[in-house]
């Protein structure tokens, strides 16, 4: 299986700060790699696909990059609706893994 | 609207069965793949099965291959799961998620892209 590997774990921002995810897998995943954002309670929500591509109705603050076996989520400037956990997710390769997650907090 | 609303979690013994359910309104239901993808308490997301659009291919985790069983009525807009020999690791948050399908030199491949949620069904495996 793919191991997906997300840091940090726990990120700690202000609003208004450019945030950085990283998501690296145990093997190559092309661009078939998607984000989540899921707030507590609640289903997670698709925020990018094919590694870059914006889903229609996320803000364009949101943008991902990366191929192959290293992606990165970016948050241009963080706003109070952004604070939820973050999954990167490869689809390449049967069995699809997430990442154990990336929670954005309130510093 | 579009949505997705998942039903029939529940308390069930070790080694009891459950089946959830998945209604579907809004969308052309038939023209999508459709999977179920949990989450235990305070865990992260673990896909669990796919179904492709007219039930042409189906995939399953190694966790509950030979257990669970995914099917679609898609008369009806529904998407199931079967769940036998239930086990305490099966205590999860389930939901159902509409998947993207592509076809390339007319094979048809489902995209795990899940880009509409069920709000979740709980199932809970104790005794």
């Known amino acids: 299986d793919i191991q997906m590997t997300q840091s940090p774990s726990t990120l700690s921002a202000s609003v208004g700060d450019r945030v950085t995810i990283t998501c690296r897998a145990s093997q190559s995943t092309s661009t078939s790699l998607a984000w989540y954002q899921q707030k507590p309670g609640t289903a997670p929500k698709l925020l990018i696909y094919k590694a870059s591509s914006l889903e229609s109705g996320v803000p364009s603050r949101f943008s991902g990059s990366g191929s192959g076996t290293e992606f990165t989520l970016t948050i241009s400037s963080l706003q109070p609706d952004d604070f939820a956990t973050y999954y990167c997710?490869?689809?390449?390769?049967?069995?699809?893994?997430f990442g154990q997650g990336t929670k954005v907090e309130i510093k | 609207e579009v949505q997705l609303v998942e039903s029939g979690g529940g308390l069930v013994k070790p080694g009891g069965s459950l089946r959830l359910s998945c209604a579907a309104s809004g969308f052309t239901f038939s023209t999508y793949s459709m999977s179920w993808v949990r989450q235990a308490p305070g865990k992260g997301l673990e896909w669990v099965s796919s179904?492709?659009?007219?039930?042409?291919?189906?995939y399953y985790a190694d966790s509950v291959k030979g257990r669970f069983t995914i099917s679609r009525d898609d008369a009806q807009n529904s998407l199931s799961l079967q769940m036998n020999s239930l086990r305490a690791e099966d205590t999860a948050v389930y939901y159902c998620?509409?998947?993207?399908?592509?076809?390339?030199?007319?094979?048809?491949?489902?995209?795990?892209?899940?880009?509409?949620w069920g709000q979740g069904t709980m199932v809970t495996v104790s005794s």
């Open positions: 998620a509409r998947g993207r399908e592509t076809s390339h030199f007319g094979l048809l491949i489902i995209l795990g892209i899940f880009d509409l």
């Open positions: 179904i492709s659009s007219s039930s042409t291919y189906i």
């Open positions: 997710q490869q689809y390449n390769t049967y069995p699809w893994t």
